[in-house]
């Protein structure tokens, strides 16, 4: 469900004038295509008529997937001048799609904002690696036996941990998180965003198990 609206571009290049359909709202679970277009920067890329120019339009969409908590407004760069400006409307826009999507959006979690597409590039290029570490990591987990808890992905983008989490046994808990990583880790030593937050875990007593992820995947 990604929808276009129409836009009048303007070519940077020979300055001519031309109606031109833009996605507004970018549903990157659904639309593979377009992930990658917006994963290549290339989203909405026009192609002037007159000169044959490729340029991004003065326009601000959304980017949004719900199985990696992502929802992030994209604006033109030349928008970033008037950035507090953006920002509350983005608040405001937030505001009603949140009314318009329910629960589909992450709960606790402030859109991201980016002015020009580079920044959801590299976030969506981090989860894709992300994803790959964590279908090595799903697969030793198997193998051990272990159960895997499903942590919020954007409270793992936030804290610099793995969305996934092994466990021993039938329940997550602290306790038997950190006995699964530790099973996990023994067997496997190139796992280090793991390594890395069992260290974290168990410097911090008071480190609780994470939120837990919204989205059914
Ligand atoms: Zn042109």
Redesign the pocket.
């Known amino acids: 469900m990604s929808f276009q609206g129409t836009i009048e571009a303007n070519?940077p290049?020979?300055t001519?004038g031309f109606d031109a359909p833009i996605w507004s709202f970018v549903h990157g679970g659904k639309d593979q295509a377009l992930r990658d277009q917006a994963k290549a920067s290339e989203c909405n890329m026009l192609l002037?008529p007159?000169?044959g120019?490729a340029f991004l339009p003065e326009a601000a969409w959304i980017y949004y997937e719900p199985e990696d908590e992502i929802l992030a407004f994209v604006f033109p760069p030349s928008y970033k001048a008037e950035e507090t400006k953006w920002r509350d409307k983005m608040k405001a826009d937030f505001a009603a799609m949140r009314e318009a999507l329910g629960d589909h959006l992450p709960v606790g979690h402030e859109p991201e904002v980016f002015f020009g597409p580079d920044g959801l590039a590299s976030l969506l290029e981090f989860e894709d690696w992300r994803r790959d570490e964590r279908d090595v990591m799903e697969f030793f987990a198997k193998d051990l036996k272990l159960s895997v808890y499903r942590a919020s992905p954007a409270w793992a983008r936030e804290n610099g941990a793995p969305a996934r989490l092994p466990y021993k046994g039938k329940t997550p808990t602290r306790a038997s998180v950190i006995e699964g990583l530790k099973i996990l880790v023994a067997a496997n030593d190139r796992l280090t965003a793991w390594s890395d937050y069992l260290a974290k875990l168990e410097k911090d007593p008071s480190a609780v198990l994470p939120p837990a992820a919204m989205a059914a995947s």
Do not use: F, T
């Open positions: 070519c290049s020979c001519d002037c007159s000169c120019a």
